[in-house]
């Protein structure tokens, strides 16, 4: 086991640096070979007022001049060595804008990560145990509610209610507790859907288990049953995605974040798209990959080690519904 | 086991005795009628609004919905039901074109894994992996923001962050009908390979991955109006659903700006999921 655990793991650790490497340079090819050339436009740009010199110093640092190939390899060496450049928008080093956006995004991620599982396992619940069989069906419906609504249709409503006519927050003070909360909803709902879908359909599948009627025939109550039998063999497979749900975490942080005026790494990417700043496009992009690939990998190497069931020489398989 | 299961949950055998015969339910079907509709007014938009979606009246500037303007009248006195109803062919269209691209691309990544398999699979596999690392709203973003803001530019992005959906899905498809038994007797009967692959394994793999082109459509739908929102698709006066409730936004006293916009966005949306969900779940 050991022996056969600790080769899984150095190769799964092996494939996660090639994604990643992959992930900058497809990033990479994508912002500058494709046609637009930004950076060019971006320093042509009078509105920018760089003088010739300056643009001489940016085309040197980023090796302008040179083949793409060159320029990839030398950006490469510059990522690797942790070197995420300088913003073209505001010649602030890369890293200290993200650096500085980054608690906003988290504070907003975590919350809404804790209240999608909140919510999923709510829907979840109800669907196996409301009484009313109406209220069931209706409940069951709603994860695909949620991910019919576009991400920004929901802030602006709960903006438009909550804080134009309830005054439950302020969208001027967007940092406060009540702001993030509405932020943090917004996010979650779409998330919660996929979430709940899973728990849903795990739940059904374990409660007609027969340890499950068994636990019933002792006399448990249903509530107790799911707290105590059926809540952890529901969960392990919705681990495994919200891995996957990190990602889109991140995505939906660009619309959350424009729409309740947050200045977190969403926003930075929505100005940075706005000016074409490449440098910090390619940055955001490739540390989301990171973590995105991080996160799976953790989720990977954890998981054998919670689930013996699962063997580490065939393939892992996620029940993820499509 | 079977015995106590089946005590357990009388309805549920129930249930499955009558999924049996196909047949329409009720809400597939008013999902279908909104989806006609949905077509019909991008095919053929003056035929339900006797309004011009770019010239408005001033002096009924932002007024509320109303018998002789449903969606009410924006900030320049333009009909918004006309405006939506006008604006339905660029939203659909870039759907379509973002499905296309998912689906062409990712299905023939993930049948030459699946059915090569080896050195094949190995290659694609990572950039199936690479694709599916970077946040597909994010990998939308960027391609846009590197092709330019327009409607056809967001369609292409949010059909390439599509392709690793579909690519793992038809992977996946094709490898359960490649190791099934009447893929076996095909070449047992003298079969090539690219008999099995035409004949047996593509016709098994279709059906899961139309109603993946239909889910899609609908989640396409979502990204291209998020993407309008942002403001990275054409630029008004186009009317595209999410550029809409964006320019609905600036005028909180008229709320209708932004609430009819997105109700044809949910409901159609909505539609398209539940016809998907259908078509899943009786193959």
């Known amino acids: ?322 | 086991m079977t015995s106590l299961t089946a005590l357990l949950r009388p309805s549920d055998r129930l249930r499955a005795a009558r999924q049996s015969a196909v047949r329409v339910p009720p809400t597939v079907a008013v999902a279908a009628v909104v989806i006609v509709i949905v077509l019909l007014w991008s095919l053929v938009p003056w035929l339900f609004t006797s309004f011009d979606p770019s010239v408005g009246d001033t002096a009924e500037k932002l007024t509320a919905p109303s018998g002789a303007h449903w969606f009410g009248t924006d900030h320049l006195g333009r009909d918004v039901f006309a405006r939506v109803v006008y604006g339905t062919a660029s939203s659909v269209t870039s759907a379509l074109v973002a499905v296309s691209i998912g689906l062409v691309v990712g299905s023939i990544i993930g049948l030459a894994s699946g059915f090569l398999r080896g050195a094949v699979d190995v290659v694609l596999g990572r950039v199936v992996d690479v694709l599916l690392a970077i946040p597909s709203f994010l990998l939308a973003v960027v391609i846009v923001s590197s092709l330019g803001f327009q409607t056809i530019n967001a369609a292409i992005a949010t059909g390439v962050s599509a392709i690793a959906i579909f690519a793992r899905l038809m992977r996946a498809e094709v490898l359960r009908a490649r190791g099934s038994v009447f893929v076996e007797a095909s070449y047992l009967q003298g079969g090539n390979r690219l008999h099995a692959l035409l004949g047996h394994i593509l016709p098994n793999t279709y059906k899961s991955v139309v109603a993946l082109a239909v889910l899609q459509f609908g989640t396409s739908i979502l990204v291209i109006a998020s993407l309008a929102f942002l403001g990275y698709g054409d630029p008004p006066p186009a009317s595209d659903w999410g550029l809409l409730v964006a320019s609905g936004k600036s005028y909180a006293t008229a709320p209708w700006l932004i609430y009819a916009p997105a109700l044809v966005i949910v409901i159609t949306v909505l539609s398209v999921n539940r016809i998907s969900t259908w078509l899943r779940r009786t193959r």
């Open chain 1, 1 to 322: 086991m050991t022996k056969s655990y600790g080769r899984y793991a150095l190769l799964r650790a092996a494939q996660a640096l090639v994604v990643v490497l992959l992930a900058y340079i497809g990033t990479f090819l994508v912002i500058s070979v494709l046609p637009g050339d930004p950076i060019t436009n971006m320093l042509r740009d009078p509105q920018n007022g760089l003088s010739d010199d300056q643009i001489q110093q940016i085309v040197a640092h980023y090796g302008l001049d040179k083949p793409v190939i060159i320029q990839l390899i030398l950006s490469l060496g510059r990522f690797v060595t942790g070197d995420l450049g300088f913003s073209l928008q505001s010649n602030l080093p890369v890293s200290q804008l993200v650096g500085d956006a980054l608690p906003s995004t988290l504070t907003l991620a975590g919350t809404a990560l804790a209240l999608s599982v909140v919510i999923a396992v709510a829907i979840a619940y109800g669907v196996q145990y409301l009484p009313s069989r109406w209220a069931r069906g209706v409940l069951r419906s709603v994860p695909s509610l949620f991910l019919s609504v576009p991400n920004f249709v929901v802030g602006l409503v709960l903006i438009e209610l909550f804080a134009f006519r309830l005054h439950t927050f302020t969208t001027i003070d967007p940092d406060s507790a009540a702001a993030t909360l509405f932020a943090a909803l917004t996010l979650a709902i779409p998330v919660s859907a996929p979430l709940a879908e899973v728990l849903i359909a795990n739940l059904d599948h374990e409660s007609r288990q027969e340890y499950a009627l068994v636990a019933r025939s002792r006399g448990l109550s249903q509530a107790r049953l799911f707290a105590r039998h059926l809540v952890k063999p529901s969960m392990l497979p919705a681990v495994a995605m919200i891995a996957l749900v990190v990602g889109e975490l991140l995505g939906g942080a660009v619309i959350t974040e424009t729409i309740f005026g947050r200045d977190g790494l969403g926003t930075v990417v929505q100005k940075a798209v706005t000016s074409q700043d490449v440098p910090v496009l390619q940055a955001v992009v490739s540390l989301a990959a990171v973590v995105f690939v991080t996160v799976n990998l953790l989720a990977d190497l954890v998981s054998p080690l919670l689930d013996p069931r699962l063997d580490v020489k065939s393939e892992r398989k996620v029940v993820v519904p499509v």
